[in-house]
């Protein structure tokens, strides 16, 4: 295909369709979605997961949204799935693993994975899915009494199952999924204090924390939100909690940020400062002219750690890249966006199935260093639809209703 083609709404249309008819095998006839191999087969060494289910359960909802057939029933099954099998029917929230008889493996209560629930339960409800109603409702509970810490203006991360011991640790990473959760939770339910939410971790992590530091994001805090940059230093290549600066996140919260600026009727100029910055470190980072991907990691200094490449680091540039034209107008973000869109589909995308290589090495081969199989379409379902939607209101109200 040309770069126009490879651009164009037509394009991305089909690769979605094409991925999503891969991600139906992950449906469990028992409960939940399961962990698939590269072929599309249930990996039986994989437990049921908190993340992967809420993640699934949001792309067929907005699949339904967007008119994909079948995928009504695929969004029911997962909330189905988070309101019975994941859930604590005695302390509420949601376990962060089940095994295949139903059990507990981990009784851990994370913000990461409750982010998701959120994320899922909002686009659910949006979907009119049976019992999404219920199920955004608790998730709206939980996230604002149990994670939300309004002293800090930021979400604690983990918290034992009877919800009486938060853990000492502060992470970024599950803040930043809060803050998707939230701007679609103030779309869905109309109350703005999610989005205020939203404001107040950007101000705080991306405001204070990340322009301290260059605008390489600081992963890891301790209970009083100190950052901690030696976090990991002798498990770089941790797939949740890597050592150093994670330029994937960069662009993450830069497209984030340009869709909270657009969700408010006066953004402040902080934010689209900041979004740009974030990217063009980023860039400066991970971009070489003759070599194509992204890294995994950096150090402090912009030097290659983990130099794997992982499909959803170039599905958040690209998403980032098409934020940012979109709302500057700048051509760089353009140009930049027609390089990853060629170089995903040249090495990400396998086209005889239709999903996406979770992992690359340097060398744009499939290896299995980090990730291993195909578990998630919610990476590459974003990027293959929010590039044609408005930067807000949320995709949850916007999609399958263009004009």
């Not at 470190?281 to 002219?289: L, P």
């Amino acid at each position: 295909m040309s770069h126009l083609d490879l651009e164009s709404a037509e394009w991305r249309d089909t690769a979605r369709t094409s991925l999503l008819t891969f991600a139906r095998s992950s449906l469990r006839d028992e409960g939940g979605f399961v962990w698939l191999d590269d072929s599309g087969q249930p990996d039986r060494d994989k437990v049921l997961e908190l993340w992967i289910n809420a993640r699934m359960t949001y792309v067929f909802s907005l699949a339904h949204l967007a008119g994909e057939e079948d995928a009504l029933r695929l969004a029911t099954h997962g909330v189905r799935a988070l309101s019975t099998l994941f859930h604590d029917d005695t302390n509420g929230g949601w376990f962060t693993e089940v095994d295949f008889d139903g059990e507990a493996r981990d009784t851990t209560k994370g913000c990461y994975g409750h982010a998701f629930v959120l994320l899922a339960a909002s686009s659910a409800k949006a979907a009119g899915v049976e019992g999404a109603e219920e199920l955004l409702a608790e998730a709206t509970r939980i996230h604002g009494q149990k994670f939300w810490d309004s002293t800090a203006g930021r979400c604690v991360e983990e918290i034992s199952e009877d919800w009486t011991d938060i853990d000492d640790y502060r992470g970024a990473n599950s803040n930043m999924h809060a803050v998707e959760a939230y701007l679609f939770a103030a779309d869905v339910t109309g109350d703005a204090v999610w989005r205020e939410r939203a404001l107040s971790i950007c101000e705080r992590i991306i405001g204070i924390h990340a322009r301290a530091h260059d605008w390489r994001i600081p992963e890891h805090y301790d209970h009083d939100w100190t950052p901690i940059p030696t976090y990991n230093e002798d498990q770089r290549a941790d797939p949740f909690r890597p050592f150093g600066a994670t330029p994937g996140h960069a662009f993450e919260w830069s497209r984030l940020l340009i869709q909270l600026a657009a969700s408010l009727d006066s953004p402040r100029p902080w934010i689209e400062e900041a979004a740009e910055a974030l990217f063009a470190q980023a860039v400066g980072d991970t971009v070489s002219d003759d070599v194509p991907g992204l890294a995994y990691t950096t150090d402090w200094h912009g030097e290659p750690i983990v130099a794997e490449r992982f499909h959803w680091v170039i599905a958040e540039a690209v998403l980032a890249g098409h934020a940012l034209h979109a709302w500057t107008g700048k051509s760089l973000y353009e140009g930049l966006t027609s390089r990853w869109w060629s170089e995903i589909d040249t090495y990400y995308v396998d086209h005889e199935t239709g999903s996406w290589h979770h992992e690359l090495s340097e060398a744009m081969r499939p290896t299995t260093r980090i990730w291993r199989g195909r578990p998630d379409a919610y990476h590459a379902f974003n990027a293959l639809t929010l590039p044609d939607l408005p930067l807000a209101p949320s995709a949850a109200l916007t999609i399958g209703r263009q004009a």
